[in-house]
């Protein structure tokens, strides 16, 4: 399977700082990548579906101007929470399509934002 | 809107015994279903996927069902491990994406040595 690196794997930061978070695919070139967040024994809940040169596409609900998303090239997609606060804190997950006409997603191991 | 459900409860089961996990959906019908496994602090790994016209599919001790009448599918571990033990997660395709997932909660499953 691909394999997903993700940096850093956990990040504590103060109330109203940003965080940037990175995520790496490592052994294919990734057109799409994704980003989720996870509570604790909660589902999955997908943020936005990002695309190499393109805008991301944001779901229903997530702040576009909050979680700022760069797929600046077809292995690095960055997530940046700005303005973090204490409801932010989660594990961030993100992962990667191989190639159109598949299905599988391939994970990175996730980040832990905990916000003071 | 689409849902899936999987029990929440922990499943313990007896290490060498068949575990199986259940998944229920409603108001869709997925293309195909995927099981994931989680493990505690880490992110899903694949395990399986099967496809709508798919009855069945099988990867070493693993083994998921796929039941389009009833809207469920069941992910079997056969002689498991305690190895096996993490969470488990089922995931469908949404109905307005054909690569984006919806997913399910999570069974946490236990084998006991």
């Known amino acids: 399977g691909a394999v997903v690196s993700q940096h850093p794997s956990w990040v504590i930061c103060k109330s109203g700082t940003s965080v940037k978070i990175e995520c790496r695919s490592l052994d294919f070139q990734a057109t799409t990548m994704f980003w989720y967040r996870q509570f604790p024994k909660q589902s999955l809940m997908l943020m936005a579906t990002?695309?190499?040169?393109?805008?991301?596409?944001?779901e229903q609900g997530v702040e576009k101007d909050k979680f700022l998303i760069n797929h600046a090239s077809l292995t690095l997609s960055t997530l940046t929470v700005t303005s973090a606060h204490p409801e932010d804190s989660s594990f961030y997950i993100c992962?990667?399509?191989?190639?159109?006409?598949?299905?599988?997603?391939?994970f990175g191991p996730g980040t832990r934002l905990t916000v003071l | 809107s689409q849902k899936i459900e999987q029990n929440s409860e922990a499943l313990n089961i007896q290490e060498g015994k068949t575990a199986t996990l259940t998944c229920n959906y409603t108001?869709?019908?997925?293309?195909?279903l995927q099981w994931y496994r989680q493990d505690p602090g880490r992110g899903p790994v694949f395990l399986l996927l099967i496809r709508e016209n798919e009855k069945e599919k099988r990867k070493e001790r693993l083994k998921v069902t796929f039941d389009t009448t009833l809207k469920q599918s069941l992910f079997h571990i056969t002689a498991s491990q305690p190895a096996d033990s993490a969470t488990y997660l089922c995931?469908?395709?949404?109905?307005?994406?054909?690569?984006?997932?919806?997913w399910g909660a999570g069974t946490k499953l236990i084998i006991k040595p």
């Open positions: 995931a469908l395709n949404r109905m307005d994406s054909n690569y984006q997932l919806i």
């Open positions: 990002s695309n190499e040169g393109s805008k991301a596409t944001y």
């Open positions: 108001n869709y019908s997925p293309a195909y």
């Open positions: 992962s990667i399509l191989r190639g159109r006409g598949t299905d599988t997603q391939y």
